[in-house]
């Protein structure tokens, strides 16, 4: 097992477009969380799923952001029409329930 | 308002020395804690982790100290190795989140 991969490891896009990012979880892994980090700051819970369940959406920053994680394997989270503002670090990680959750290196993003 | 403080932005500290980090956190209800070690463009990697049950947890060179009363935590690293520099951040679990809520880190300088 390699451990929580995301895809791609940057995006530099055009504000107005959208984006798309992947993650794959540790295998035995039920739960899978998306995070944003920005300069500074820790890591920003944003939502989770419990196998294919979104148990939690209500932290996404705006309705231009939704996740998905269809037959509870890897997850994509989308950003609709781009804001400089969306420019951040995204975080997937995964754990087995509400034990130690491990990260992957994340999605730099950069809107211009 | 921060629910978990990491008050000092940096530490440096002379290679062979302990490290000692500190977090406080404001809600009594969070029963989980944890540290998570990150060095640039990476995600953040678990180090250690303690429950509400317990007051102190070890494993190898790190040292994690829970003081319920105080909502004050803290990491110890013996001795303190120049792999060790990296932002190191504090996170909570439970009060009724689902996810992690983190510290805004802070930025260990070990010096030779």
């Known amino acids: 097992d390699t451990g929580v991969s995301q895809d791609p490891r940057h995006k530099i896009t055009k504000r107005g477009q959208n984006v798309t990012f992947r993650c794959d979880p540790i295998s035995e892994h039920n739960r899978l969380y998306w995070y944003r980090q920005t300069l500074g700051q820790g890591p920003e819970f944003l939502t989770y799923f419990q196998n294919e369940a979104q148990l939690e959406k209500s932290r996404l920053l705006s309705d231009r952001f939704s996740a998905e994680r269809p037959k509870g394997s890897f997850s994509t989270l989308e950003i609709q029409r781009t804001e400089q503002g969306d420019s951040a670090m995204y975080l997937c990680?995964?754990?087995?329930?509400?034990?130690?959750?491990?990260f992957g290196q994340g999605t730099r993003l950069t809107v211009v | 308002d921060q629910q978990v403080k990491q008050n000092s932005p940096s530490l440096s500290v002379q290679e062979g020395r302990i490290s000692i980090l500190n977090c406080d956190y404001t809600n009594s209800m969070f029963d989980y804690f944890l540290w998570y070690k990150k060095y640039p463009a990476e995600g953040p990697t678990f180090l250690i982790s303690?429950?509400?049950?317990?007051d102190k947890n070890e494993d190898g060179r790190f040292t994690v100290f829970l003081n319920k009363s105080a909502k004050h935590l803290s990491l110890h690293i013996v001795p303190s190795q120049p792999g060790d520099s990296a932002v190191y951040f504090c996170a909570v679990a439970g009060g009724g989140a689902d996810g992690l809520t983190f510290g805004k880190g802070t930025h260990l300088i070990i010096q030779p």
């Open positions: 990680a995964s754990s087995f329930g509400r034990s130690e959750a491990f």
């Open positions: 303690i429950s509400s049950i317990k």
